[in-house]
């Protein structure tokens, strides 16, 4: 290329001026100036720490300088940004849910169940209500992100709707641990639908 410097990439030493090491070329990151490309005279690792104590520097100021930043936004157009933070705590939902039912098994802790669809998050110790109410959480989202940032405690487990609900109705234990069974597949239903009588036509005299 012809912009470049025949000493970019191999060939060549150089030494960094904050390490006053001398190292490899390609420990020396590129840019561009004025349609020329050139290497840093600070190597990676040294510019790696620059930026870690320049944050660490001004963390509070580069956090003010965001909240300022996002109101801006939010002021300037208020129906972007509320599409734009559906989307996103929509993502990061899914992303909770498929780590918890990684964690928990991928499957109901009663009944075996392992198609996603029905499963709930349930609590062991039959204590949601007072969970609820300590205010970690107010939602469903804010749910999974706190059993996440928690490292799945072992006080909450996998249930599919069928199993959460009776046991729910049921004092706090599942049918299926005294004896009950749901209905199997190609079995009659206990309450067959009543069969449907044709409508009568014709005109009534």
């Known amino acids: 290329m012809d912009n470049q410097q025949p000493s970019l990439f191999v ?3 150089k030494v960094c001026r904050v390490c006053e090491r001398r190292m490899e070329i390609s420990c020396f990151k590129m840019y561009v100036n004025r349609q ?3 290497r840093k005279n600070i190597c990676v690792d040294c510019e790696k720490e620059w930026f870690r104590e320049h944050y660490q520097k001004n963390l509070e100021a580069n956090r003010l300088a965001s909240k300022a930043s996002a109101k801006r ?4 157009d208020r129906v972007a ?3 734009r933070s559906c989307r996103y705590k929509a993502l990061y939902r899914e992303r909770d849910r498929r780590l918890i039912y990684e964690a928990y098994g991928n499957k109901c802790a009663c009944c075996g169940e392992k198609n996603p669809v029905f499963f709930t ?3 062991v110790n039959n204590d949601g209500h007072s969970d609820r109410k300590s205010g970690a959480y107010t939602n469903g989202s804010q749910f999974y992100r706190h059993i996440v940032a928690k490292n799945f405690p072992k006080n909450y487990q996998l249930l599919c709707f069928n199993c959460n609900l009776g046991k729910a109705r049921n004092g706090g234990i599942c ?3 005294e004896g009950s069974e749901t209905i199997r597949k190609r079995s009659r239903a206990k309450r067959p639908e009543v069969p449907t009588t044709p409508k009568k036509t014709g005109v009534m005299i």
């Not at 936004?73 to 300037?76: D, G, V």
């Open 36 to 38: 020329k490309t050139y």
């Open 73 to 76: 936004f939010r002021e300037k």
């Open 11 to 13: 060939g060549k030493k």
């Open 175 to 177: 049918p299926h641990q």
């Open 81 to 83: 940004y509320n599409a």
């Open 121 to 123: 998050v349930d609590h």
